[in-house]
């Protein structure tokens, strides 16, 4: 009886705490409207142009393979893998998991691991390794191609000041800029080559990219192609604007990495500090997997360490 008293008080407590901390952010809200009627009324054509761009976030289509079907689990990972720039396919990665489960199992059996816990810290593992190694080279492909997009712009505003088409310059790029940007608008290239519009080629890639800064650019083509103007001050603009960003993000990322490492020891430490102790005396903290009392303080431990975590880590957290 006392031990269900403890797990319901620690289960209110959690979700008091989630609701205090989940909370919409009134202040945020405020600023966030305050600076739309800033916008609404500036006659600035970069504050135009910024509001255009946050237009062009909130409308952005879901990412589909088919039209009007939503993504199914498989066509999520598909997009992951493809996302990553590697030739890798969805049998190659749940054949990674499976030969990751399997070395784990046996390795912590060997070490006189208890079944319960060789299961379960295998199947984490399983899990985590590939989902977090995909994370890990969608993100520095992304970083990759969001550091050289600006550059890309540039040389095509140099092209069509020399009167060169849209279409064109875009094959310009996929032949100057090395790396994820002209792999990326290679590809355009080639479905327009094979009979898709450029609309349809620069946002089929905006989908699989993700990355605001792409669907700013085919947003921007859109509305010039729309309404007219000048299309290579208006890329100028966009390029000046995805410069600032960037520094920003490098800004923000600057400020807050103390507290990102603080948050990666304090989360870290106790497995490391359980996983040494327990690789030298395994009879010490055999407790944990049979005691019930242990179970549950063990468990308490683990959501309140969780709850820390995710606070600090909504601490660092910025929109930019």
């Known amino acids: 009886m006392n031990n269900l008293v403890l797990i319901f008080g620690a289960l209110l407590s959690l979700g008091l705490i989630a609701f205090a901390v989940m909370g919409p952010a009134t202040g945020k809200a405020v600023n966030r409207r305050l600076g739309a009627v800033k916008m609404r009324h500036s006659d600035s054509v970069d504050v135009k142009l910024e509001q255009q761009m946050r237009k062009a976030v909130a409308s952005r289509r879901p990412v589909t393979f088919t039209a009007g079907t939503k993504m199914s689990v498989k066509d999520r990972l598909r997009l992951r893998l493809q996302q990553t720039g590697k030739k890798w396919t969805i049998k190659q990665y749940f054949s990674a998991m499976g030969g990751i489960f399997v070395v784990g199992v046996g390795l912590l059996m060997l070490r006189g691991a208890p079944l319960v816990l060789a299961l379960g810290v295998s199947t984490f593992l399983a899990l985590a390794v590939p989902h977090f190694t995909v994370g ?18 540039e040389l095509l505003v140099r092209g069509l000041k020399s009167g060169l088409p849209v279409g064109e310059t875009l094959g310009v790029v996929a032949r100057e800029i090395p790396g994820p940007v002209g792999e990326e608008f290679k590809m355009v290239v080639e479905k327009i080559k094979i009979g898709k519009t450029m609309e349809d080629a620069l946002q089929d890639t ?5 990355t605001p800064e792409f669907q700013f650019f085919v947003i921007t083509l859109a509305i010039q192609r729309e309404t007219g103007g000048n299309l290579a001050e208006t890329l100028s603009n966009l390029a000046d604007v995805l410069r600032k960003r960037a520094q920003m993000k490098l800004k923000i990322r600057a400020m807050s990495s103390e507290s990102k490492a603080s948050a990666y020891i304090v989360g870290s430490l106790p497995f490391v500090v359980f996983g040494l102790v327990w690789s030298v005396n395994p009879g010490y903290l055999g407790g944990f997997f049979v005691e019930t009392r242990l179970m549950i303080a063990g468990g308490i431990g683990l959501i309140w ?5 995710a606070i600090m880590a909504k601490m660092v957290s910025f929109e930019i």
Not at 136 to 153: G, M, N, Q, S, W
């Open 305 to 309: 360490m969780g709850i820390g975590v």
């Open 136 to 153: 890990f080279l969608i993100k520095k492909r992304v970083t990759d191609f969001t550091t050289k997009f600006p550059e890309a712009i």
């Open 206 to 210: 905006a989908d699989r990219l993700g």
